[in-house]
Each structure stands twice: as C-alpha cells, then as structure tokens.
C-alpha cells in the first residue's frame, strides 16, 4: 500500500486500517538542524520504518514515547527481529507541518484549526481506532465547531464529552508535577490526550504511569478487536 501523507512510519498492512495514530504538534527543529540547512546539507530521508525502530528513529520525542508504553504494559519492540503486528500497527504524524523549536507566541490551537488539511486527511485515509495527541490543544482543535462536521464524517458522534483528569501522584516522597490528561470518545474512535512528550516541563515518568489503569485498557480492548478483525495479516509488501 502506497500512501502520499505526512506520516514518519512505514505503513503496513497492520496499520493501513484501525490502527493507533501518533500525532503531535508540528516537525521540531534542533539547533543541529539549523546548521545542517546553513550547511546546505539535504535532511530529509525518504526510509521509513515502524515506529519504534531504534535504529530509524533514535530521538527524545519518539524515545519518551516508547517509555511511556512501556509503563503502560506494552513493550515495544526497536529492532525488526523482534518486532510484531502490534508494533505495525502504529502510526507517527504531526498535525502542522511546519518546523520549529517550540511554539512560543503561536496560537496552537487556532493554527490547528486552520491548518488542518492535511492531518485529517491522514485521519480519513487511515481511520485509526485510538488517536493520541500530545498537546491538549490538539484536542480542543480536534473538538472545535470548525472542525466538528469533517471529524464526525470520519469517526461519527462524539458518544461523551471529554473527561479531563489531573491526579495526586507521590514519587520518592514529591508530589508529581499535574497534568491534564484528556479522554474523547467517537463512535468509531478513541482519543487520548497526553502532554507533549518533550516540552512539557516537570512530567515525570511516575505521573505518565499513573495512567496506566485507564489507557491500557484502552489499548487492550482495541488490540484485542484488532486482531480479530485481521484475523491474518497480509505479508509485507
């Protein structure tokens, strides 16, 4: 399967279809990136590999990730000998897709809402079941009344409205920075709404595990319908 989007994996037959979609805010943009562009040195590189491949995609952003699966019972596999249909079945995007090294002085939130184009085309052509963005302001863009008709297209009703949580975590005898952490039901999909994985300041490993009961269940259950409704994976192609 051949798909033209703005998307950092590999796609596989494993996540062409109901498969759980990585998005965060935009491509970042580090000070050795600069100097390459100075340089005049080409950056972009056309391989692409699952998501967790440690050798394709050695960074902070994508490393935390990982991490944090894994402190939610599901360890990800980083080399292609021991990986499997579920690591397959994750997908990486950017909502925007400008580069930056943050987005101080920007309205994310209304940036998203304008420049959505490509990320929900993303949404259509793949139809993930779980969707997780690292921002709550994906989420109040992926929510907003200017998107709203083109989301239900592709995913239906929203069933419930988003149910924000903050907790009370203790860690080595510290409380835990809080974060809200957002969770949007749609007929045919899950949101999960999560800090950014490398800006937000504070968020500790502990915080993120605390979360555990609710988004491995999440997980769990979509795997499970995953796996039923592709019963035999096609062969790579």
């Known amino acids: 399967m ?5 998307i950092h994996t590999k796609i596989y037959p494993q996540n062409s279809s109901g498969g759980v979609l990585l998005c965060g805010i935009n491509h970042g943009y580090t000070e050795n990136d600069k100097n390459l562009d100075e340089s005049g040195i080409n950056r972009e590189d056309p391989y692409k590999s699952f998501f967790s491949d440690k050798e394709v ?4 952003f994508r490393n935390n990730i990982v991490k944090w699966f894994s402190l939610w019972g599901f360890k990800l596999g980083d ?3 021991d990986i499997g249909d579920f690591e397959k079945s994750i997908i990486q995007t950017n909502w925007l897709q400008t580069c930056s090294n943050n987005m101080n002085g920007t309205n994310t939130h209304q940036a998203c809402v304008q420049d959505s184009d490509s ?11 779980i969707l997780i963005l690292f921002s709550k302001e994906l989420l109040w863009a992926f929510n907003s ?3 709203n008709v083109k989301v239900a297209s592709i995913f239906g009703k929203k069933i419930n ?3 924000w949580i903050q907790k009370d975590i203790v860690a080595n005898g510290k409380k835990c920075t809080r974060f809200k952490v957002g969770f949007q039901q749609y007929e045919r999909l899950n949101v999960i709404s999560l800090p950014h994985a ?7 490993d502990d915080y993120i595990a605390s979360f555990k009961p609710e988004i491995s269940n999440i997980i769990s259950d979509w795997w499970c319908q995953h796996q039923k409704a592709n019963k035999s994976f096609q062969q790579d192609k």
């Open 2 to 6: 051949s798909i033209e989007l703005p």
């Open 57 to 60: 995609n050695d960074y902070p």
């Open 79 to 81: 080399t292609i000998e």
């Open 119 to 129: 990320f929900l085309e993303t949404c259509e052509l793949l139809k993930p079941k």
């Open 145 to 147: 009344h200017e998107l």
């Open 161 to 163: 409205g988003t149910n």
């Open 198 to 204: 490398t800006s937000a300041r504070g968020l500790s």
